[in-house]
């Protein structure tokens, strides 16, 4: 990492600590202006420093829309339409209608017509709060005025991630350009790796600090034996993920970090003990976030094929 890269993560991380509400406070620093042109009020930054954002989000399990709108904003900027991209870097919250029920991500779930699309997208970050709304088709990429649609939450195992359906009714729609998803979804998949990283080794950290503290036949269990060489292929394994993560195979990062992050988080469970399976524990949390994040944007054996 560069000196601006690490300044980069220390700044997130010390106001995710700092703030109970953070999203107001990443956009005065500029995190959703990071992937955007200077010309257009961004920062000119790359897919690095969008994977240091996306890690240090996943540490704390963050419900900010980081996520959706660096996804969205990727799909404008490859749509070629500009007029967006301001409001989007002052930290305007989008959302991209996108998937069907099958949770493919592969191909839209929504069609056009001219000017207007049809439909109902499933999984839709921040759908049902979003500012901006834009909608995925075989044609391109078009953009919805959010009252004209009918947005619904829908409840998550994960509490701390927040989905939307979104149907479309013969609804009014200005084209942006075209869209290949394929690309998009590889691009969604490398953020949530590095998430994923980010979750997994905070839930390692938290694990190694209980088993410091933890009492059993009058010493920690930190101290046995077996549970060091536990922890430590805990460590291997979120450091490979790590490297899987920052890497540009994005089959390969998302079936890895899946599979790395729902590794540690029942080894979390498992080290807590009883008080592991309490659902409002961290150690729940961070099992949850795992099994939630392990679906979006495929399923890992979706994305298996392709690492072969």
Known sequence: MTPEQDEL?????????????????????????????????????????????A???????????????????????????????????????????????????????????????????????????????LVATADGLHEADPADAVREHVPSLDETRRFATVTFDHTPARRLGPLDVGALRDFACLLLAAEQTGAAARALEITVDYTKQRQQFGRPIGGFQALKHRMADLHVLVETARSAAYADLAAVAKVYCSEALSAVAAEMIQLHGGIGITWDHPAHRYFKRAHSASQLFGAPHHHLPRVR
Do not use: M, N, Q
């Open 9 to 53: 993560r220390a700044t997130v991380r010390k106001l995710l600590d700092r703030e109970a509400e953070p999203w107001p406070a990443l956009c005065d620093v500029g995190v959703p202006a990071l992937a955007i042109p200077e010309e257009h009020g961004g920062l000119g930054a790359g897919l690095t420093e969008l994977r240091i954002v």
């Open 55 to 133: 890690e240090e989000l996943g540490r704390v399990l963050s419900d900010v829309p980081f996520l959706g709108s660096a996804v969205t904003t990727r799909a404008v900027l490859a749509s070629g339409d500009t007029a967006l991209l301001p409001r989007l870097a002052s930290g305007a919250v989008a959302a991209l209608a996108w998937t069907g029920e099958d949770g493919r991500w592969d191909t839209a779930a929504c069609r056009d017509d001219l000017s207007t699309v049809d439909g109902r997208a499933h999984y839709v970050l921040d759908g049902d709060t979003a500012e901006i709304l």
